[in-house]
């Protein structure tokens, strides 16, 4: 099978859509029946395309520079342009893994899956600035047009399909993702101190996982660390938008300067340094459409604590702590129930640990390859 796959989150975005492209494009690689071409509008960055392992069935293709300014024209290639690049390779099905597909790709004959994450900007615009939504619910509206089949990362994913965009559900398959195989349990020391050294971090730390934006819902976290031990702090890793100000805001008000750390830009292969070396992890996210840093953690050895109200509890299982996105007093207390040394602490972790091997490669690559032949 000749399969094309948006590869833009693939060589531009460390985390999130690009994770996942990366590891999905990976154990899809392992089965030699699929003849895999990527599609990019630029190169990227060396260390995420490096990323893909090298094998005779990939292939990367990029837009080529006309007249047109470079970010106008990759821009038009990608929504318009790359159909006629597809059918030039002889693909025999696209999968938009961000969520989006080009428009004419029906009208070519060339079949389509596109994985959506969520669809939070239809049902919660309030985290997105009025433009940012605009433009995500004009590119999905002809998404929806385009589409012969959806791929849902989780039933709650699934369900928002359904419910907020009217899709049937027959066109719907749930396939969960997974997380990189570099995410264990197994400890590597010498990275360990490297990476304690390199962002001077605490002794003792709490973790979060992704974007600081008002979604995320950090600053839960945040004020929970007034109700904690004085010696623990928080880490998060992840870009900053305009809620990182707010944020530092509180942290300047209350003194927390040495108990919150704030980290960007840092390295993939850094990441499960954090996770072995923290103490428990928190996700107190408002909303996800799945929440892989959860998946992440729990490889690696950590309780949870995350927030109830999205799939979170489909991510994490029955033996991670939830709590409401807006209790602070009830974050502090799993928080505090999950520190090392709290009564059974060590059991949630192995119970949930058994939890995740559902997300297992082979069952995932197994199922994707099922609905692309299913689909021809």
Partial sequence: MRIGIDAKRIV??????????????????????????????????DALRGQIAERENVKFHYWKKGFLPKALGSGL??????????????IELYHGIAGELPIGIRKSG???????HDVIFLHHPEFYRQHDGWVYRWKFRHTLQEADHFVAISETTK??????????ESKITLIYQTCA?????????????????LYSLPARFMLSVGTVETRKNILLAVKALHH?????????????????????DYIAKHGMENRVILLHNVPDEHLPA??????????????????????????????VVACTGSSLEEAGGPDCLYV????????????????????????????????????????????????????L
């Fill in 12 to 45: 531009n975005n460390t985390a999130g859509l690009g994770s996942y492209g990366r590891t999905l494009t990976n154990i899809l690689a392992a089965d030699s029946r699929l003849d895999l071409h990527l599609y990019a509008p630029n190169k990227g960055r």
């Fill in 77 to 90: 290639w990608r929504s318009y342009g790359i159909v006629s690049d597809l059918k030039r390779d002889g």
């Fill in 110 to 116: 060339i079949k389509s899956v596109v994985t959506v």
């Fill in 159 to 168: 369900r928002d399909l359904m419910t907020y965009a009217h899709v049937d």
């Fill in 181 to 197: 195989p570099r995410f264990s349990a197994v400890r590597n020391q010498a990275l360990e101190e490297r990476v304690r050294t």
């Fill in 228 to 248: 904690l031990p004085d010696d623990l702090a928080l880490v998060v890793v992840g870009s900053y938008k305009q809620y990182t100000k707010v944020v530092n």
């Fill in 274 to 303: 954090f996770y072995t070396m923290a103490e428990v992890f928190v996700y107190p996210s408002w909303y996800e459409g799945f929440g892989i840093p959860v998946v992440e953690a729990i490889h690696c050895g950590l309780p």
């Fill in 324 to 375: 409401a996105p807006d209790d602070e007093q009830a974050m502090a207390e799993a928080i505090r129930q999950s520190l090392r040394g709290a009564p059974g602490r060590e059991g949630r972790i192995v119970n949930s640990q058994d939890y995740v091997r559902r997300f297992e490669e082979n069952d995932i690559a197994r199922q994707m390859t099922a609905l692309y032949e299913r689909l």
